[in-house]
């Protein structure tokens, strides 16, 4: 059965530095979405995209996160230079059209900021 | 605002039905979902119902849905064990983008 799937599972990285999460949506999904969820909270909506760029975004998602489809298969999140506050398992999601309504998310990436 | 709320806590004997509550405070909702999360696993959609239906079943699993009181329900019957996990209620709206507001999560601990 087609999965999302995310790499890497854990990513440990100091204040200031960049990170690149990625993920590997379902192969026929054209809307792609990234969540997430600090430790005991609600998962959050960061950001989704479509057709190449944000159709929307959450105002968690300022200008230190940026999303991308460098090809055909992965999405990519990036967060330019960690905070503490960053920390947290970030979720990538897709789903296959506008007429569906399933999202499908991958397990996870755990960001652990020091 | 979208706001979703649920318990955090149940506790149920194996082979019992179970009940998670939510309730939702945006009228437009459109469809609503349950998650479910295993220990150091992502979220499994579970199943999930558009606003103008009151009810599916989907073998094990019934949703209750009361529009007029925003209250979304998800009944497991006869649970089991492997069912002991976090369960998410989920709402979207209208719009082709469909972003998920989630409430904190049900966490379900099923005990002989």
């Known amino acids: 059965e087609p999965e999302v799937t995310q790499t890497p599972s854990h990513q440990v990285t100091q204040m200031g530095q960049e990170v690149i999460l990625r993920c590997v949506p379902i192969s026929n999904h054209l809307y792609f979405y990234w969540y997430r969820q600090i430790l005991g909270q609600k998962v959050e909506f960061l950001v989704s995209?479509?057709?190449?760029?944000?159709?929307?975004k959450s105002e968690i998602f300022d200008d230190q996160f940026s999303v991308e489809r460098p090809d055909g298969s992965n999405f990519t999140l990036k967060i330019r230079s960690t905070k503490l506050e960053d920390s947290a398992m970030y979720f990538c999601?897709?789903?296959?059209?506008?007429?569906?309504?399933?999202?499908?998310f991958g397990p996870g990436t755990r960001l652990t900021v020091t | 605002g979208e706001d979703v709320e649920q318990s955090l806590f149940l506790s149920v004997r194996e082979g019992d039905s179970s009940v998670i509550n939510c309730t939702y405070t945006?009228?437009?909702?459109?469809?609503l979902y349950w998650y479910k999360q295993e220990p150091g696993a992502g979220l499994q959609l579970l199943t999930y119902i558009f606003s103008n239906m009151d009810m599916k079943q989907d073998q094990r699993l019934t949703v209750l849905l009361n529009k007029k009181d925003k209250h979304l329900s998800l009944r497991i019957a006869d649970t089991q064990t492997g069912d002991s996990a976090i369960y998410f209620c989920a709402e979207t709206t209208p719009g082709g983008y469909n972003k998920l507001i989630f409430g904190a999560g049900t966490r379900l601990a099923v005990h002989p």
């Open positions: 995209f479509y057709n190449n760029e944000i159709s929307e």
């Open positions: 945006d009228s437009s909702s459109t469809y």
């Open positions: 999601a897709s789903k296959s059209g506008g007429g569906s309504y399933e999202q499908y």
